[in-house]
């Protein structure tokens, strides 16, 4: 696997929408916030559609939304190439009052079969403790097995230390750390093999009452070179 010096914050990854709809929401009826995740590595770009009705359109690859307001229960999500009326995806989800929710669209849509699926994780957008920030990290290179994270100040020999991490799976997500606010060097690596560098983000700043998702995927197309993308969660 290559090295990979790269953080995109969700400034940089900013999502291209064409007329992005929120669903109606009315008087008295209870609503979640989802936000959606473009991690399908060979999707090409991708519509979505809740309930019948397209929220997001013309999505790149490793693109993520703004939060969603979306009424609470169960949910129908299909996510299809752009232009079309073919799901890849086609999944009912429930979504709890007043939670927040992100949809991460993994795996790979030419595979034969497809491997290509809605990975639905809960959001824990509560304050982080006094003086702490929280991050999570999420596995969703669809090409690279089981990995070690290491959250490290910057310029630590990896291989004098433990993982952060051990031996993360595919589609998996972490609970989120409580982490004091500064800057970390972020380093993915094979499970159990701590010499050869999938992912290294040497620069990864957080501050002070911060929220943060880090994602792992492919390169564009599928396997290395592998990136992190950040998401801004809370503040």
Same mark, same amino acid.
């Given at each position: 696997?290559?090295?990979?010096?790269?953080?995109?914050?969700?400034?940089?990854?900013?999502?291209?929408?064409?007329?992005?709809?929120?669903?109606?929401?009315g008087c008295g009826e209870e609503h979640a916030l989802l936000r959606?995740?473009?991690?399908?590595?060979?999707?090409? +770009?991708?519509?979505?559609?809740?309930?019948?009705?397209?929220?997001?359109?013309?999505?790149?690859?490793? +693109?993520?939304?703004?939060?969603?307001?979306?009424?609470?229960?169960?949910?129908?999500?299909?996510?299809?190439?752009?232009?079309?009326?073919?799901?890849?995806?086609?999944s009912t989800v429930s979504f709890s009052?007043?939670?927040?929710?992100?949809? /991460?669209?993994?795996?790979?849509? $030419?595979?034969?079969?497809? $491997?290509?699926?809605?990975?639905?994780?809960?959001?824990?957008?509560?304050?982080?403790?006094?003086?702490?920030? %929280?991050?999570?990290?999420?596995?969703?290179?669809?090409?690279?097995?089981?990995?070690?994270?290491?959250?490290?100040?910057?310029?630590?020999?990896?291989?004098?230390?433990?993982?952060?991490?051990?031996?993360?799976?595919?589609?998996?997500?972490?609970?989120?750390?409580?982490?004091?606010?500064?800057?970390?060097?972020?380093?993915?690596?094979?499970?159990?093999? +701590? $010499?050869?560098?999938?992912?290294?983000?040497?620069?990864?700043?957080?501050? $002070?009452?911060?929220?943060?998702?880090?994602?792992?995927?492919?390169?564009?197309?599928?396997?290395?070179?592998?990136?992190?993308?950040? /998401?801004?969660? %809370?503040?």
């Amino acid at each position: 696997m290559t090295r990979v010096s790269r953080l995109l914050s969700l400034g940089a990854i900013s999502l291209v929408m064409s007329g992005v709809l929120l669903l109606s929401t009315g008087c008295g009826e209870e609503h979640a916030l989802l936000r959606v995740v473009h991690a399908s590595p060979d999707a090409g +770009n991708v519509d979505v559609v809740i309930d019948g009705k397209a929220v997001l359109t013309d999505v790149p690859y490793a +693109n993520v939304s703004d939060y969603l307001t979306i009424k609470a229960g169960t949910r129908r999500i299909e996510v299809r190439p752009t232009g079309t009326t073919t799901d890849a995806i086609d999944s009912t989800v429930s979504f709890s009052s007043h939670s927040d929710s992100t949809v /991460l669209a993994e795996g790979f849509a $030419t595979a034969s079969p497809s $491997t290509i699926a809605a990975v639905v994780l809960t959001d824990d957008n509560s304050d982080p403790l006094s003086g702490k920030a %929280k991050v999570r990290v999420i596995h969703a290179a669809a090409s690279a097995g089981n990995v070690d994270v290491y959250v490290v100040p910057p310029g630590t020999n990896i291989t004098t230390v433990s993982p952060t991490l051990s031996n993360v799976p595919f589609q998996a997500a972490s609970a989120y750390l409580s982490v004091d606010p500064g800057t970390y060097e972020v380093v993915v690596t094979p499970a159990g093999i +701590n $010499t050869v560098i999938a992912i290294d983000v040497p620069d990864f700043t957080i501050a $002070t009452g911060q929220i943060r998702s880090a994602v792992a995927l492919d390169a564009e197309g599928g396997g290395p070179p592998f990136q992190l993308i950040v /998401l801004n969660d %809370k503040n």
